[in-house]
T-cell receptor
Framework: EAGVVQSPRYKIIEKKQPVAFWCNPI?????LYWYLQNLGQGPELLIR????????DSQLPKDRFSAERLKGVDSTLKIQPAELGDSAVYLC???????????????FGPGTRLLVL | DQQVKQNSPSLSVQEGRISILNCDYT??????FLWYKKYPAEGPTFLIS?????DKNEDGRFTVFLNKSAKHLSLHIVPSQPGDSAVYFC????????????FGKGTTLSVSS
């Protein structure tokens, strides 16, 4: 079974340029997450989708970040314009979906490593 | 304020010995805990989890212990192998809809042969 797919794996851009990351979750997983991981830190949630609905975007810097999951499958995260401080690893994760009766496990993709110069 | 803390940034162990990685949490609403393993240039890989209704969960060489009164959990790896060398993240979440995983900063485990 294929895991979570992310592209590109690496991206180098100059500040003020736009950048986009793509994620394809595990087949059948309704819940999709975008996390940000800074160097020496654990992942931190940016946005969470249940199917095509963003159910938690409270940590997403909406002035420059946007995300979409139009058909409830793959998702795109965009930054425009990028700043130096956006250099980090952007991780996508997916899960079957929250069910109080189940112990939900999130599965992560390899991440996109962004460097803003 | 960090809700999940891994106070040891690194741990070195000899092959065949036990590795013990520790994690503390502050939010009493957390009731599901996970350990992830991360190799360089890869995403975190799920390792083992434990629900708050249990105090121990075992999977092969990996065992997680949960002490709710102390808000502490630990991951034991026995015996440790060089391939276990990686960064280990402790994560926690509340058992309610719309919650994300809260991660610690990670502990880098080095297993020498």
């Amino acid at each position: 079974e294929a895991g979570v797919v992310q592209s590109p794996r690496y991206k180098i851009i100059e500040k003020k340029q736009p950048v986009a990351f793509w994620c394809n979750p595990i087949s059948g997983h309704n819940t999709l997450y975008w996390y940000l991981q800074n160097l020496g830190q654990g992942p931190e949630l940016l946005i969470r989708y249940e199917n095509e609905e963003a159910v938690d975007d409270s940590q997403l810097p909406k002035d420059r970040f946007s995300a979409e999951r139009l058909k409830g499958v793959d998702s795109t995260l965009k930054i425009q314009p990028a700043e130096l401080g956006d250099s980090a690893v952007y991780l996508c994760a997916s899960s079957l979906g929250f069910d109080r009766g189940k112990e939900e496990t999130q599965y992560f993709g390899p991440g996109t490593r962004l460097l803003v110069l | 304020d960090q809700q999940v803390k891994q106070n040891s940034p690194s741990l070195s162990v000899q092959e065949g010995r036990i590795s013990i990685l520790n994690c503390d949490y502050t939010n009493s609403m957390f009731d599901y805990f996970l350990w992830y393993k991360k190799y360089p240039a890869e995403g975190p890989t799920f390792l083992i989890s434990i629900s708050s209704i249990k105090d121990k969960n075992e999977d092969g060489r990996f065992t997680v212990f949960l002490n709710k009164s102390a808000k502490h959990l630990s991951l034991h790896i026995v015996p440790s192998q060089p391939g276990d060398s990686a960064v280990y993240f402790c994560a926690a979440r509340k058992n309610q809809a719309g919650t994300a995983l809260i991660f610690g900063k990670g502990t880098t485990l080095s297993v020498s042969s």
